[in-house]
């Protein structure tokens, strides 16, 4: 039974049912299988998505531009300096304005605060595609790579080595749902947002993925499937850079930790990685670094989304 999303946001993945999280990865797998057949596919002909960036981005930017073009729509850029968010006119009239325009707007804020703002005063579907606080697009990508290495998601267990950060909160919505244990090893001060952590629990609870917040790496990563890590500096906290080294070097996903981990542990990085820090380069240019095949996957992953809230 398919389920409709026509007209709806992606603020959030906790805002989805573990149904509608599915259809949108059983798409992507679809989006996927058509685009390597080389298969003419044109849902978005003559549809626009306006693209809002408040800070810089390769593989967000990219894949939803590509991925526009190649199913026969159209993005606009509007990068920080064009529309200057929050500073030449309020952020409930942009988002009124470009429903006017486009079939559907993906912002990437600071603040969590103004992406649901858009969503709030836009008349068309607002993706999250990054705030401070959540990383949704990443997560629903990081997910399908993860079914497509494993082939299955239900039990598996993922180790998130690091910054208790946007990434890290969007994983702990996305295996509530998927039914994947994520033990989360952190430096003490750098947890998860409580509020998050409360609410992926409960989401948990119907489908048994056991959520650990620890500051023991090696009983995070024992038995994982996957290890994942993500910069210790977000963008915006590069104030705080050299503190947040100091204290999640103990953290590092280098061959140690990973030898830990499964023998056929796959390692995942949303990107940019910083070799070095928070990921040796042994280990994401290893031959268990599925990188690549994460980044590639936004793209799908983010075409599935759109096929389904603007279809
Ligand atoms: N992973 C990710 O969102 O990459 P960008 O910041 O380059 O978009
Ligand atoms: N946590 C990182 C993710 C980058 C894709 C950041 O917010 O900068």
New binding site residues.
């Given amino acids: 039974m398919t389920v409709s999303l026509k007209g709806r946001n992606l603020v959030s993945i906790h805002d989805l049912s573990r149904e509608e999280f599915f259809q949108i990865l059983d798409t992507a797998d679809e989006l996927k299988r058509k685009q390597k057949r080389n298969e003419e596919y044109s849902p978005f002909k003559g549809k626009n998505l306006a693209m809002i960036f408040q800070k810089p981005s390769l593989r967000t930017r990219v894949s939803f531009e590509a991925g526009m073009y190649r199913y026969g729509g159209h993005a606009i850029y509007l990068g920080p300096d064009d529309i200057k968010l929050g500073k030449r006119e309020t952020t409930a009239d942009i988002a009124r304005n470009l429903s006017r325009y486009v079939e559907a707007i993906m912002a990437r804020t600071f603040s969590h605060a103004r992406v649901e703002e858009l969503a709030k005063h836009a008349s068309v579907p607002v993706i999250n595609g990054?705030s401070d606080k959540l990383?949704p697009c990443?997560i629903l990508a990081d997910l399908m790579t993860l079914r497509e290495k494993k082939g299955k998601l239900d039990g598996l267990k993922m180790a998130f080595l690091g910054d208790g950060?946007?990434?890290a909160h969007s994983m702990l919505y996305g295996c509530a749902k998927a039914g994947v244990h994520l033990s989360l090893a952190v430096p003490k001060g750098y947890e998860p947002n409580p509020e998050i952590l409360a609410e992926a629990r409960a989401d948990a609870a119907t489908t048994g993925a056991e959520l650990v917040v620890t500051h023991d790496l090696a009983e995070a990563v024992d038995g994982a499937d996957a290890l994942y890590t993500?910069?210790w500096a977000?963008?915006g906290q590069e104030a705080e850079a050299k503190k947040r080294h100091e204290d999640m070097m103990p953290y590092q996903l280098n061959s140690k930790a990973l030898a830990k981990a499964k023998p056929d542990a796959i390692v995942l990085h949303?990107?940019?990685a910083h070799r070095g820090e928070e990921i040796t380069d042994e280990v994401i240019e290893g031959p268990q670094s599925k990188v690549f095949d994460e980044a590639e996957n936004r793209l799908h992953a983010q075409m599935a989304v759109l096929v389904q809230v603007i279809g």
């Fill in positions: 990054l990383h990443q950060n946007n990434v993500d910069v977000s963008m949303c990107l940019p």
